[in-house]
């Protein structure tokens, strides 16, 4: 994690990377869960119709979860493909809060709602949920 050098005087570069790949991991690990959860609600209320009080609520859980995703991911003090994937995935984890927020806003037009319809293009690597998944899974190939 990034903080004052005093707090990491005396850990090897090493330890230190380890730690983070390590972080990373299990950040991704749970990014990959919350996108799953987040795409099964989208795909719930793809139809336009208002939101049940239960998928409301679990809307603005999952945008919490993100948000703080992201504070823990771009607090990883990482280097080299480390670093990479780290702003990959703060990036994913921006675009799904950017979703889930305007995916449920009420006063958005007709015209505003082909917002969902990002989820299929824009200048990603293929379905958000699928780039996490394939993060996750390239950082756990290097631990083995």
Same mark, same amino acid.
């Given at each position: 994690?990034?903080?004052?050098a005093?707090?990491? !005087? $005396?850990?090897?570069?090493? #330890?230190?990377d380890?730690?983070?790949?390590l972080? #990373?991991?299990?950040?991704l690990?749970?990014?990959?869960?919350?996108?799953?959860?987040?795409?099964? %609600?989208?795909?719930?209320? /793809?139809?336009? =119709?208002?939101? =049940?009080?239960?998928? /409301?609520?679990?809307?603005?859980?999952?945008?919490? $979860?993100?948000?703080? #995703?992201?504070?823990?991911?771009? @607090?990883?003090?990482?280097?080299?493909?480390? !670093?990479?994937?780290? @702003?990959? &995935? =703060?990036?994913?984890?921006?675009?799904?809060?950017? %979703?889930?927020?305007? !995916?449920?806003?009420?006063?958005?037009s007709?015209?505003?709602?082909?917002?969902?319809?990002?989820?299929?293009?824009?200048? #990603?690597?293929? !379905?958000?949920?699928?780039? %996490? &998944?394939? %993060?996750?899974?390239?950082v756990? =190939?290097w631990?083995?």
């Open positions: 994690m990034r903080g004052p005093d707090d990491r !005087a $005396g850990v090897p570069r090493a #330890l230190a380890e730690v983070g790949r972080s #990373l991991l299990a950040l690990g749970q990014a990959v869960d919350s996108a799953e959860e987040a795409e099964r %609600l989208l795909t719930r209320n /793809a139809d336009g =119709s208002p939101p =049940s009080a239960a998928d /409301a609520r679990r809307n603005l859980r999952l945008r919490v $979860g993100f948000a703080e #995703l992201q504070h823990w991911v771009d @607090d990883l003090d990482l280097a080299g493909r480390d !670093a990479e994937v780290r @702003d990959e &995935t =703060s990036r994913l984890l921006g675009f799904y809060l950017h %979703l889930l927020t305007y !995916a449920f806003d009420r006063d958005i007709e015209a505003g709602r082909d917002r969902l319809a990002i989820r299929s293009r824009g200048p #990603l690597t293929g !379905a958000p949920c699928a780039r %996490l &998944t394939a %993060l996750r899974e390239r756990s =190939s631990e083995r």
